[in-house]
C-alpha cells in the first residue's frame, strides 16, 4: 500500500458509495433512518475533494484525512464509526509503502476501532458483520501466499457474504435493535456500505 493505491481507493469508494445512495437509504429505511446513503456519499465526496495534498508521505496521511472527513460530515453513528476506523487504519500505516503484512495489522486496528466505539460483535447486525469475515479472509489468503489483489478480492467476497448473513439476523446495536424482531429479514445498511468498501478496495489493488 502506497500513497497511489490508497488514493485509488478512496476514489473507488466514492464511486461505490455514489452507484449505491438509493440502495443504502431504501435499507437504512427499513430500520434506520433513511439517510445511510446520503450520509455515506456525502463523506466521501468531501474526502474525494480532498484527496490530493502534496504533504502526503505516507498512505496513512491520505487515509487519517479521509477518516476526518468521515467524522465531519457522516451524521448518525457511521461518521464517527468510519471516521475512527480510516484514522486508525491510516495511523497504522506510517511507512511510505506499507507491506500486506502491515495492511493487514492497520486493517485490524480500524476494526478494533469500530469495536470500541460500538461495542459491536459479529451476530449483532452491524458493520462488524461484514468487517470480521473479511479480515480473516483476507488473513488467511495472504498466510497461504496470495498476492495481495487475490487476497483483497476474497475479503471482499467474504464482506458481501457477511453483509447478506444480516438479513435475518435480529439488531442488537444501534437504531435498528429498538426495532427487536421488526428488525429480523432486513440487510444491515452498515455491512452493506462496509462490503462496497472492501470491493473497492479489491477494485483498487486489481486495477494497480
Known sequence: MDIALARDWVRAIAAAIAGQVDYL??????????????????????ALADLEDPRDRTAGDVLVRVGNHLFANVGGAAGPLY????????KALDE??????????????????????GAAVPGDKTIVDAYTPAMAAFD???????????????????AEAGMRATTPLQAR???????????????DPGATSTALIFRAFAQATAES
Do not use: C, W
Open 25 to 46: 437509504t431504501l435499507l437504512d429505511a427499513a430500520i434506520g433512518d433513511a439517510d445511510h446513503g446520503v450520509n455515506m456519499h456525502r463523506g466521501f465526496t468531501a
Open 83 to 90: 471516521g475512527a476506523a480510516f484514522r486508525a487504519i491510516g
Open 96 to 117: 511510505p509503502v506499507a507491506d500486506s503484512k502491515q495492511l493487514l495489522a492497520a486493517f485490524a486496528e480500524g476494526l478494533a476501532a469500530i469495536q470500541r466505539l
Open 140 to 158: 488467511q489468503a495472504l498466510s497461504a501466499g496470495a498476492s495481495l489483489a487475490t487476497a483483497a478480492a476474497r475479503a471482499a467476497d467474504a
Open 173 to 187: 446495536k444501534g437504531r435498528a435493535s429498538y426495532l427487536g424482531p421488526r428488525s429480523m429479514g432486513h440487510q
